[in-house]
């Protein structure tokens, strides 16, 4: 299943209990940008796989998930 969670751009207490919880429990999260997500995630305590997905990997990046 794939989700997507939008993350706070400056206060990192804003966002919601339920992205918190969807973060929580996935295998595996993609980021734009793995610098701001993983202070969010060290933030929260959250201990998951992290990824860079972007514009410039994003086919490359796709073709991983899809063969896992």
Known sequence: ???????PIG????ITLRALEVLKEVDLILA???RTSSHLLNHYAIQKPLSPYHQHNEHKVLQQIVEQ
């Open 32 to 34: 734009e940008d793995t």
């Open 1 to 7: 299943m794939l989700y997507l969670v939008p993350t």
């Open 11 to 14: 206060n990192l207490k804003d």
